[in-house]
């Protein structure tokens, strides 16, 4: 059994470290992002790793910053760990927790690597509309996503699955990959294996307007794609008589009833949308912007909505 010190903040992190716990591995310590506020109220709100590590009476440690940190590092030196463990930390880990465990700093990534480097893998293997992705553990180095792999999870991707979806359990997979590889490295029954960097692929932080539709240029099953990979968030918007318009489900549509990109009909009680190459999609739920939620067939009735009408 190894003594690790773990580094994470979202959901995606938490199983990682139940596992750690649970395989019997000391966790003197966790690194955390700090408490920030979200939400309406911005009331600050506990990172769920540190909920977790509360949960398992782990100290926890919420440091603005790494680099130049010497009360850190004494604390990281003092505790010696084997391995320094990183899941979704949101922090650049500089060259002295580089070099501190004899293990080194072995990362869990949600994706095949080189593919799909970056701070959103999970979105964007779901928003490209790909059949398969994974999670991959590897040794961190100076780069981004750059460092030598060590095991790999293949996991496919439904027509239908969201990103959500997948983020549950590519965390979950990730785990118990995490557990093989330290066992595997302690027992030295695997090697790290140097990525093909030619290969590489980014997948870069989300913005709002990657939740942008753009029908001209997407069709239908590309918009679906990014809508099932970019949901909760930046999820999938236009505008509707001037005001923005969320769309909170939608699927693609066999008929297409001729119509032109961003242009709206009603097929029986389906509010239809066109997009590219004369392909169509099916809102089923939507929002203007300061209204609820409603059915597409709802909000039809609601607003009224003309055949031949458009969005923007």
């Given at each position: 059994m190894m003594r690790i010190v773990f580094c994470g903040t979202p959901e995606f992190a938490v199983p990682s470290l139940q596992a750690l716990v649970d395989?019997?591995?000391?966790?003197?310590?966790?690194?955390?992002?700090?408490?920030?506020?979200?939400?309406?109220?911005?009331?600050?709100?506990?990172?769920?790793?540190?909920?977790?590590a509360d949960r398992?009476?782990?100290?926890?440690?919420?440091?603005?910053r790494l680099k130049n940190n010497p009360e850190l590092q004494s604390a990281l030196e003092q505790i010696s760990p084997d391995a320094i463990v990183v899941v979704a930390y949101g922090r650049i880990i500089p060259p002295w927790m580089l070099d501190l465990p004899r293990?080194?700093?072995?990362?869990?990534?949600?994706?095949?690597?080189?593919?799909y480097?970056?701070?959103?893998?999970?979105?964007?293997?779901?928003?490209n509309g790909d059949t398969e992705t994974g999670v991959t553990t590897m040794l961190l180095d100076a780069g981004l996503d750059t460092g030598d792999t060590l095991l790999a999870r293949r996991v496919p991707i439904g027509p239908r699955t969201t990103a959500n979806e997948l983020y549950a359990k590519l965390a979950e997979d990730g785990?118990?990959?995490?557990?093989?590889?330290?066992?595997?490295?302690?027992?030295?029954?695997?090697?790290?294996?140097?990525?093909?960097?030619?290969?590489?692929?980014?997948?870069?932080?989300l913005n709002?307007?990657?939740?942008?539709?753009?029908?001209?240029?997407?069709?239908?099953?590309?918009?679906?794609?990014?809508?099932?990979?970019?949901?909760?968030?930046?999820?999938?918007?236009?505008?509707?008589?001037?005001?923005?318009?969320?769309?909170?489900?939608?699927?693609?549509?066999?008929?297409t009833q001729g119509l032109s990109p961003y242009q709206i009909d009603i097929l029986g009680d389906k509010l239809l949308v066109g997009a590219a190459k004369n392909t169509a999609l099916v809102f089923e739920e939507v929002q203007v912007e300061g209204k609820p939620r409603l059915s597409g067939t709802q909000f039809v009735k609601d607003f009224q909505v003309r055949p031949g009408e458009s969005l923007a």
């Amino acid at each position: 059994m190894m003594r690790i010190v773990f580094c994470g903040t979202p959901e995606f992190a938490v199983p990682s470290l139940q596992a750690l716990v649970d395989a019997g591995h000391q966790v003197p310590l966790v690194l955390t992002q700090p408490d920030r506020p979200a939400g309406r109220k911005q009331q600050l709100q506990l990172p769920p790793v540190k909920r977790l590590a509360d949960r398992l009476g782990i100290s926890v440690l919420q440091p603005e910053r790494l680099k130049n940190n010497p009360e850190l590092q004494s604390a990281l030196e003092q505790i010696s760990p084997d391995a320094i463990v990183v899941v979704a930390y949101g922090r650049i880990i500089p060259p002295w927790m580089l070099d501190l465990p004899r293990f080194g700093n072995i990362n869990v990534h949600g994706s095949l690597l080189p593919k799909y480097r970056g701070a959103a893998p999970i979105q964007w293997a779901v928003a490209n509309g790909d059949t398969e992705t994974g999670v991959t553990t590897m040794l961190l180095d100076a780069g981004l996503d750059t460092g030598d792999t060590l095991l790999a999870r293949r996991v496919p991707i439904g027509p239908r699955t969201t990103a959500n979806e997948l983020y549950a359990k590519l965390a979950e997979d990730g785990s118990k990959l995490l557990i093989e590889t330290l066992y595997g490295l302690e027992h030295r029954t695997i090697h790290a294996q140097p990525q093909d960097h030619a290969a590489a692929t980014l997948a870069p932080l989300l913005n709002r307007e990657d939740g942008r539709l753009d029908l001209f240029h997407r069709t239908a099953q590309e918009t679906y794609n990014r809508w099932r990979g970019f949901t909760p968030w930046p999820g999938a918007h236009a505008i509707f008589r001037g005001k923005r318009f969320l769309i909170h489900r939608m699927c693609t549509s066999d008929s297409t009833q001729g119509l032109s990109p961003y242009q709206i009909d009603i097929l029986g009680d389906k509010l239809l949308v066109g997009a590219a190459k004369n392909t169509a999609l099916v809102f089923e739920e939507v929002q203007v912007e300061g209204k609820p939620r409603l059915s597409g067939t709802q909000f039809v009735k609601d607003f009224q909505v003309r055949p031949g009408e458009s969005l923007a």
